[in-house]
C-alpha cells in the first residue's frame, strides 16, 4: 500500500521520529509513528518493514521496532487498573471484601490483556511478527529470572 504522503510530508514525519530516537525519548517515536498510521500517512502492510529499513535506515528501524516492543499500554498502568466493582477500594461498605479483585483495589487490565503493553492490534500488521518475538523474549528472560530463584529454603 502506498502512503498517501508526497516524498517531503514522509521525510518530515521520518525526522522526527529518528530525532526522538536519537535523543532517547522512544515512547514520543513511537506516538509519533502511530499517529502518522492511524491517519493513514504511512504504510501499514506487510512491506512496512522494509519501508522502514529504506526510509531511515537497519539502525533507526531497529530502535523504533524496540520501541514498539515497550510501548505502554495507554489504559492502565503496567497490567494493571482500579477494579470498578469497589472503586479502588478492595472492599465493599467496608465489610464485605470485593469478590472481583480479592481485596487489592485493582484488577488485569481488559485492554491490554494485563501485559502493560499497547495491544497487538495497534501495531502496524507488517510489524506485529516482529514485535510478539520480542515480547516473547522479555517473557522468555523473566521466567528464566523467576525459575533460577529458590522459592523456598531447604
Known amino acids: 500500500m502506498k502512503s498517501n504522503l508526497s516524498d517531503t510530508q514522509t521525510k518530515h514525519i521520518m525526522q522526527g521520529i529518528q530525532q526522538e530516537l536519537t535523543v532517547g525519548k522512544k515512547a514520543e517515536a513511537v506516538r509519533l509513528f502511530m499517529e502518522a498510521q492511524s491517519k493513514h500517512l504511512l ?34 498502568k503496567k497490567g494493571l487498573q482500579p477494579c470498578e466493582a469497589c472503586d479502588g477500594a478492595g472492599h465493599l461498605d467496608h465489610e464485605t471484601i470485593c469478590d472481583q479483585c480479592l481485596a487489592v483495589g485493582l484488577v488485569g487490565c481488559s485492554f491490554c490483556g494485563a501485559t ?23 517473557a522468555e528472560e523473566q521466567i528464566k529470572t523467576i525459575l533460577a530463584k529458590r522459592i523456598l529454603a531447604p
Do not use: M
Open 43 to 76: 504504510p501499514r502492510d506487510g512491506d512496512t518493514l522494509q519501508w522502514l529499513v529504506e526510509k531511515i535506515g537497519n539502525d533507526f528501524t531497529n530502535k523504533l521496532l524496540d520501541a514498539l516492543v515497550h510501548y505502554p499500554c495507554f489504559y492502565c
Open 116 to 138: 502493560g503493553w499497547s495491544p497487538y492490534e495497534s501495531v502496524p500488521t507488517g510489524l506485529r511478527y516482529i514485535v510478539f518475538a520480542g515480547r516473547a523474549k522479555i
